[in-house]
């Protein structure tokens, strides 16, 4: 999948560190790739241990996971939206990513200077989104332009559309972002072509001391609270333990670490899974000697689309899938076993993907 969240934040708040953090990780018991595509992209591994547990079983030639884009964005200031800093930058590189992650500073160290002389994450988080929903406007405002045009021909289509585009820059101009307005289906065409910024997915990131990793501070309790009735996720991480953790060469070096800060896993680990569910996306698998491998896909797809992530002639083949779920694998132990329970079923066309589905394709071209 080309999905890709990408990283924002004022300067200083800590997302050039998380971002190393992830472009370094080794995830815990398992040689995982990573490959750099560029300078601020980052194509990383999903930590999941049900791979590792496969693997276990089948005893592969090779574990291959599957992968998130991540993009680095430049540090936004305020006027961005406006050209101020790289303020044009910052947000081109938002219209090509597909959810934001938003890393808001929760810590406070004289040692780093806040652009605006003092921490204060909700003053932080409304910066960016204030700019957003700017550049949002200014979008709506030019489409509007050639709505008006096109709705003096009289058409209650064009006009059906103008009035949309009003409401909904009515709803940008009280400070709630795209995303939280209910669209109708009539006009769902046209607002996916505003690729509006505010419309993206987002989760937010509290960038906490090493002494609030686990259950936050005032800090992270106050941006929780400012954001609870945005349907976002929020979680806790530590970018000074984190830049920490990709020092260290062994696992048990790492494990060892992370049980002295009372953790049970990297930060990482959970940022990057919250990103695949950000995206929307699912697993399935693929389990033989050669290879145990994940695969990824949109939440709905169905088995010849799932079938296509492997090979678009798989997909224009495709005749059926066999699917074996992923806790029945593990409680019979083989593929064998799994058939002899009669666990192992046979799906067409119209099957839905599940995660963690375990699938073999047949097909023909």
Request: glycine residues 6%; contains cysteine; aromatic residues 6%.
């Amino acid at each position: 999948m080309a999905l890709k969240c990408g990283i924002v934040g004022l300067p200083n708040v800590g997302k050039s560190t998380l971002f190393n953090a992830l472009t370094n990780a080794k995830a815990l018991a398992a040689n995982y790739p990573f490959a750099t595509k560029d300078p601020n992209v980052g194509v990383i591994t999903v930590p999941d241990k049900r791979l590792q547990a496969l693997a276990d079983i089948v005893n592969p030639q090779k574990i291959l996971p599957t992968t998130v884009d991540i993009v680095d964005i430049a540090g936004l200031i305020k006027g961005a939206s406006k050209g101020e800093g790289l303020g044009n930058q910052f947000l081109a590189n938002i219209r090509e990513v597909d959810a934001i992650v938003h890393v808001v500073r929760c810590f406070v160290d004289d040692n780093v200077v806040h652009v605006d002389g003092n921490v204060d994450p909700v003053r932080d988080k409304d910066i960016i989104d204030t700019e957003l929903l700017f550049k949002d406007i200014e979008t709506l405002e030019k489409r509007i332009e050639k709505l008006q045009k096109a709705a003096k021909s009289g058409a209650k289509e064009d006009k059906l559309k103008l009035e949309f585009a009003n409401e909904l820059k009515s709803h940008l101009e009280s400070g709630s972002p795209a995303r939280s307005y209910d669209v109708p289906e009539l006009h769902q065409d046209l607002y996916k072509e505003l690729y509006l910024l505010t419309s993206k997915p987002i989760l937010y990131v509290c960038n906490v001391d090493e002494n609030s990793a686990k259950m936050g501070n005032a800090l992270s309790k106050k941006l929780a609270e400012h954001v609870k009735n945005e349907n976002a996720e929020v979680i806790l991480i530590s970018a000074a333990i984190e830049a920490e953790i990709i020092q260290l060469d062994t696992d048990e070096e790492k494990l060892m670490f992370l049980e002295e800060m009372d953790l049970t896993e990297p930060g990482v680990n959970r940022l990057i899974q919250s990103c695949y569910n950000l995206l929307n996306l699912i697993t399935y698998f693929t389990a033989g000697e050669k290879e145990v491998r994940a695969w990824t896909v949109l939440k709905g797809s169905t088995a010849p689309q799932a079938a296509g992530v492997i090979h678009t002639d798989f997909e224009k083949g495709f005749i059926r899938a066999e699917v074996i779920k992923y806790d029945d694998y593990i409680h019979f132990g083989s593929e064998g076993k799994v058939k002899e329970a009669g666990k192992l079923s046979v799906e067409g066309k119209e099957y839905i993907v599940t995660d963690g589905d375990i699938m073999h394709f047949r097909f023909n071209v």
